[in-house]
């Protein structure tokens, strides 16, 4: 029997933490690399979606198809109508002058990945990094695949600021859902250490058509583990899910199969974005 899906109006002030913005190429080159992985996603079409959902706030999270060049999310911000946070992708020898000043252009963490990144992660190098955005409050953005984040376990305890986890920490559904080792790593850093987690891209996560119960699931262990570090994205334009994409009406509306009573919808959706991204 599958669990029901309501129509759902989010509060005010929620907010969507992770999508990216693409193109038009012709004014924001995508990397040759990431070219064919990178969907149409302007910034107006976003905004629009935004509009239609009912979402107040978001966090652009630089797409890899642009590379280091973050003119594209630089732009979203500054000719946005909402609040915008931002995620950056830089290189390990950025300056601390352009550290400040993304600081001051309302960027608030650094994303790494190797599934992203094209091979292992320089651990020595993302701690440095840690350190150095460290003084601005920054957060790290960690994305892993297929438990991946088992061989980071170093890395993440001596992690010297926040770090939430992109689309429910890697963990698959199939492998032994709660009861695995993934899920227990991450469910020690939300309750005893810096980690935060992020409910976003459940259609790539799940192993099930829509509702998604499997991934629901463990998106209900997060919420009732530690509700005050659980957010929500949509992963829009979805990259890798192409016209297979799930409606993001849809999938706002799976939030109270896992944030069950108002009170734990308010801290998902507008809360802990707003303690964690820095929203007034």
């Known amino acids: 029997m599958k669990t029901e899906v309501v129509r759902f109006t989010p509060p005010s002030g929620a907010c969507d933490c992770h999508v990216h913005v693409y193109g038009p190429p012709d004014q924001y080159p995508f990397v040759e690399s990431h070219r064919d992985r990178s969907p149409e996603g302007p910034a107006p079409a976003l905004e629009a979606m935004h509009k239609t959902i009912g979402i107040d706030r978001c966090v652009i999270v630089h797409p890899p198809g642009h590379g280091t060049d973050l003119a594209i999310t630089i732009d979203a911000m500054q000719k946005g109508i909402k609040e915008y946070r931002a995620i950056a992708l830089v290189d390990y020898s950025v300056s601390d002058v352009r550290l ?30 840690a350190e150095r955005i460290k003084p601005f409050g920054w957060h790290m953005l960690l994305h892993f695949k297929n438990n991946a984040i ?20 890697s963990i698959d559904p199939a492998t032994g859902g709660i009861e695995q080792d993934s899920f227990k790593l991450v469910a020690e850093h939300l309750t005893n250490g810096r980690g935060w ?10 192993r099930r058509s829509y509702p998604f119960e499997d991934a629901v699931e463990i998106a209900a262990a997060f919420v009732s583990l530690a509700p005050d570090r659980v957010v929500w994205g949509t992963d829009w334009p979805h990259p890798g899910v192409g016209t297979r994409a799930t409606a993001d009406s849809d ?11 108002a009170e734990t919808r308010q801290k998902t959706l507008v809360d802990n974005p707003a303690r964690l991204y820095g929203f007034d």
């Open 100 to 129: 400040e000043e993304l600081n001051g252009l309302g960027f608030c963490g650094v994303r790494y990945s190797p599934t992203l990144d094209g091979g292992a992660l320089d651990k020595k190098a993302v701690l440095e990094m």
């Open 150 to 169: 088992l061989e980071y376990t170093d890395l993440l305890e001596k992690m010297p600021v926040r770090f939430v986890l992109d689309h429910f920490g």
């Open 251 to 261: 999938l706002l509306n799976l939030v109270p199969l896992y944030a069950g009573n």
């Open 197 to 206: 987690i992020k409910t976003s891209a459940i259609e790539k996560v799940s």
